[in-house]
């Protein structure tokens, strides 16, 4: 599956459990922008948020595609704000969301 810039897609995030550093595999809506693929969510308290920022090292899954990456917190508003715009068209994209990035390894 070849990505395209501001795509919106299904993706599972394999993380590893901050505390029981078994993996932890989540289906999320995610967004490929800027060669990054970017997950979002409104809360801070889901697990899979906590560990990708405990533990940068992760795993994306998409299509027939297993590719590894490493996950930090979007610290940019523009950039949050441009990742909501483009993963939702209705009022959920004004909404503040925590965002992460995953930096996919070659």
Same mark, same amino acid.
């Given at each position: 599956?070849? /990505?395209?810039?501001? +795509?919106?897609?299904? &993706?599972? /995030?394999?993380?590893?459990? @901050?505390?029981?550093?078994?993996?932890? &595999?989540?289906? =999320?809506?995610?967004?490929y922008y800027n060669k990054t693929?970017?997950?979002?969510?409104?809360?801070?308290?889901?697990d899979w948020l906590r560990n990708?920022?405990?533990? +940068?090292?992760?795993?994306?899954?998409?299509? $027939?595609? @297993?590719? &590894?990456?490493?996950?930090? =917190?979007?610290? $940019?508003?523009? /950039?949050?704000?441009?990742?909501?715009? =483009?993963?939702?068209?209705?009022? @959920?994209?004004?909404?503040?969301?925590?965002?992460? +990035?995953?930096? =996919?390894?070659?």
């Amino acid at each position: 599956m070849i /990505l395209r810039d501001g +795509q919106v897609f299904k &993706a599972t /995030l394999i993380t590893k459990g @901050r505390k029981t550093s078994k993996p932890h &595999a989540v289906e =999320l809506r995610a967004v490929y922008y800027n060669k990054t693929v970017f997950f979002s969510r409104r809360k801070p308290d889901s697990d899979w948020l906590r560990n990708a920022i405990a533990t +940068q090292d992760v795993t994306v899954e998409y299509g $027939n595609e @297993r590719r &590894a990456g490493k996950a930090s =917190l979007v610290m $940019n508003e523009d /950039l949050a704000r441009k990742i909501s715009h =483009l993963k939702y068209s209705d009022k @959920r994209s004004e909404e503040s969301r925590v965002v992460i +990035q995953v930096k =996919l390894c070659e």
